[in-house]
């Protein structure tokens, strides 16, 4: 596994010392794009309310895109989408531009995997602050907010678990081949071993069970 860099590490905390956040409640259904948060999203809901929670249409966004045989992705830049727990993520460094990727299953249109990949400078500042605030300083590993990078550490990952609704927060941050820094954030039900299994694909872990287990085990300790 990669290094860790002073802004990551793989652990779990809390801002309410009960595992989750206060406001990682259930996004509302009030159909208005300031309520909207990619961090209120749960497992449960279907990508049409999701969009139409952002005050956007399905039409608005990228939605070519295939994650695996019997799922979608829609993809989307737009500012009202781009917020998580009060940060605004959108932007661009280059030709590259801030974007959210939902997955969703056909068959139902729940959503299944959110991935936010950030790769302006000040917004990936904010998406990690944002993940410090909402889900507390990582608690693992023990220099995760001491390494910083260097030629021989381009990539660090930090993680995060929370048991009551199963959810995983999988956040990485790493330098391209041109030394530009690149973040990106995967949020996933981690009992759904298809799109866990996807997210190790992805390389934000190289095993999100083992991740979740050492996760939870230093949660355990920390009580």
Known sequence: MAAIIGYSGVGCGTSNGSGKSANAGTATDS??????DLSALTFKQQIQDVVKQAGLKMEDGNS???T???YKIFESTDPKMLQFDGAKLAG???DSVNKVLIHYALKDKTVKLIEIKVFSEAEIKALRDALDKKLGKALYPNDAYTTVFSDQIRYFERAW???KSTTGY???DAL???????????IVDYSDTMMSELVSQKAYTSSVELDVDAVLKLMKTKK
């Not at 159909?31 to 909207?36: D, Q, V």
């Not at 391209?176 to 995967?186: H, I, S, V």
């Open 64 to 66: 070519s895109g295939w």
């Open 170 to 172: 999988f956040f990485t």
């Open 176 to 186: 391209n081949k041109q030394g530009k820094e690149e973040a990106g954030l995967a």
């Open 31 to 36: 159909g208005s794009s300031s309520s909207f």
């Open 68 to 70: 695996l045989a019997g």
């Open 161 to 163: 678990a929370d048991p």
């Open 92 to 94: 661009k460094s280059g």
